[in-house]
Nanobody, 121 residues
Framework: QVQLVESGGGLVQAGGSLRLSCVAS????????MGWYRQAPGKQREQVAS???????NYADFVRGRFTISRDNAKNAVYLQMDSLKSEDTAVYYC???????????????WGQGTQVTVSS
């Protein structure tokens, strides 16, 4: 079993920055793509950014140029540096990891518990 634990959320003023961290623990053969999603009140969960095990990144249009995703494969960790934050970035941010276990052909998705990010205008 794999557990994902996020940290780094909080309250920040518009224009400010936050850095989210997510560390995975538990047994796994390989951590494939890892990423961040968010869900604002009354809205569906949406993908924010992702990064493959080869460090290829992808961003949603609404964060491109402001957010930076990175990972440390040695620590099974993924990070999200959020700059120039806007009030519309307010949401619960969830870490996601696709994990391949030994003997399996496909990975399974795991989720963290979420961390609240609130941007005041």
């Amino acid at each position: 079993q794999v557990q994902l634990v996020e940290s780094g959320g909080g309250l920040v003023q518009a224009g400010g920055s936050l850095r989210l961290s997510c560390v995975a623990s538990g047994s796994a053969f390989r951590f494939n793509t890892m990423g961040w999603y968010r869900q604002a009140p009354g809205k569906q969960r949406e993908q924010v950014a992702s990064i493959t095990s080869e460090y290829s990144t992808n961003y949603a249009d609404f964060v491109r140029g402001r957010f930076t995703i990175s990972r440390d494969n040695a620590k099974n960790a993924v990070y999200l540096q959020m700059d120039s934050l806007k009030s519309e970035d307010t949401a619960v941010y969830y870490c996601n990891a696709n994990v391949l276990q030994l003997g399996y052909r496909q990975g399974s998705d795991y989720w963290g518990q979420g961390t609240q990010v609130t941007v005041s205008s």
